[in-house]
């Protein structure tokens, strides 16, 4: 029986299939904290240092001098609160938000916007691919003229996502 040659295609198909399955290996999801499987119940309030300290570690980055933090219960308290600090910001607005749909809080939301972007607020909205997938285009087209700078993550192709 002939001895199969080991020609340099034969090769390369070998090492990328080698490199192919390292890569899977390597970049397979691992979860490297504990997951929380019951209630977390904390004995201090936003005011207590424990607090802050608590925040650093689930955002994994510390929170900055000077700011503040006042509890907000349900969108009653917090979007009337939202609304208000994007009203008078002057110079950036990052707003971050899963869900972001067509309806009575849009319809407040997006004129304002729009109306800071225009007098010379730098506006960007990073909102998941999903969750903005009922912002109607008309509202997103609105942001998008005025300045308003729009990214999606967890861009999926299967669900109609927002633009």
């Keep these: 029986m002939a001895k199969r040659k080991w020609g340099w295609r034969r090769v ?43 925040v650093e570690h689930l955002v994994s980055a510390p929170l900055l001098e000077g700011n503040k933090v006042t509890p907000l219960i349900n969108g009653e ?13 002057e110079r950036t607005i990052t707003l971050e938000n899963f869900i972001f749909r067509s309806g009575k809080l849009s319809a407040e939301w997006v004129p304002v916007l729009c109306e800071r972007a225009r007098a010379g607020v730098e506006v960007k909205m990073i909102m998941d691919s999903m969750g903005c997938s009922k912002l109607n285009q008309d509202e997103l087209e609105q942001l998008e003229k005025a300045g308003v700078e729009f990214v999606k993550y967890n861009r999926t192709e299967w669900h109609n996502s927002c633009a």
């Excluded at 917090?78 to 994007?86: Q, S, T």
């Design 77 to 89: 308290q917090i979007f009337p609160a939202m609304l208000d600090a994007i009203r008078r910001a």
């Design 12 to 54: 390369l198909k070998i090492t990328g299939l080698v490199f192919a399955a390292v890569l899977v290996v390597a970049f397979i999801p691992r979860r490297l904290d504990k997951p929380i499987d019951h209630q977390v119940v904390a004995n201090y309030s936003v005011r207590d240092p424990a607090f802050r300290e608590s």
